[in-house]
């Protein structure tokens, strides 16, 4: 990075001995997401923010489709869970296959069936469950599609058969850039990774804002210090891309 005078290498995702933080271990980019999505709920449920077009007050719990159970899919569906009641996983694949059930998938018999090495198409369905190829599953009904795979997954073949209100971009270039205003029309909110993913690479700031951390011997200290800084950037994030959002809803449809 060429910052002038002050010229420096920035060196992202360091190993523990150079540095770097244990990412992986302390669900980083997981928590990131699931507090930026939070705080897009909270704001959703209250009143005046612009368009009931896009409130999200469904009965009962929010379901969600999580497109993706790679680490990125299921370690945002154990921390979504962990921190909210009110939110149920109804939905989740994997590159060959998908299981879809209304009344919610236990994610962790399911993460455990992965670390062995299974997938989704063995995964032993419970009541009320159906299998589906991985672009069936984001037909199914649901109030959030969180997508953690592939690139363009939404796109102008398939948006017009979207049953969600919220699109979730936990993997970069999720949906056709093409496309996002017709999701607008909608009545869909599209939060994009620039807003949604952005805990790792904060993260990885972190890691060069405290270049000695090797040598610190307080890992529950720094922990606890890059999961604030993380968890604060996330809320404060969600809240100007909605207060934006909430201002272009409004020209939009006045």
Not at 6 to 12: D, E, G, L, M, T
Not at 40 to 62: A, M, N, Q, T, V
Not at 178 to 190: S, T, V
Request: charged share 25%; with cysteine.
């Amino acid at each position: 990075t060429d910052t002038g005078k002050w010229r420096k290498v920035f060196a992202a995702s360091r190993s523990l001995k150079d540095g770097g933080l244990p990412h992986r271990e302390w669900r980083l980019s997981a928590q990131g997401m699931a507090e930026n999505l939070l705080t897009f709920l909270r704001l959703l449920k209250k009143p005046g923010h612009g368009s009931d077009k896009f409130s999200i007050r469904p009965e009962g719990k929010i379901r969600i489709i999580i497109h993706g159970s790679g680490f990125i899919g299921l370690t945002s569906a154990e921390v979504l869970l962990d921190r909210e009641k009110d939110i149920r996983v109804c939905g989740i694949s994997d590159e060959a296959a998908a299981v879809y059930n209304p009344q919610g998938i236990d994610i962790q018999s399911l993460a455990e069936w992965k670390q062995k090495g299974k997938t989704i198409d063995d995964y032993p369905l419970s009541a009320g469950a159906i299998r589906l190829s991985p672009q069936e599953l984001i037909r199914q009904e649901a109030d959030i599609l969180l997508t953690a795979s592939v690139a363009e997954l939404v796109n102008s073949g398939n948006f017009q058969e979207l049953k969600v209100m919220v699109i979730f971009e936990a993997a970069d270039i999720s949906v056709e850039e093409k496309i996002i205003a017709r999701l607008q029309e909608n009545g869909i909110l599209y939060i994009p990774g620039l807003v949604a993913n952005g805990a790792g690479a904060y993260a990885a700031f972190e890691e060069d804002l405290h270049s000695q951390a090797a040598e610190i011997k307080d890992w529950g200290f720094l922990k606890s210090h890059v999961e604030s800084k993380i968890l604060g950037n996330a809320r404060f994030l969600a809240w100007v891309f909605f207060k934006l959002f909430s201002l272009l809803v409004r020209d939009f449809f006045s």
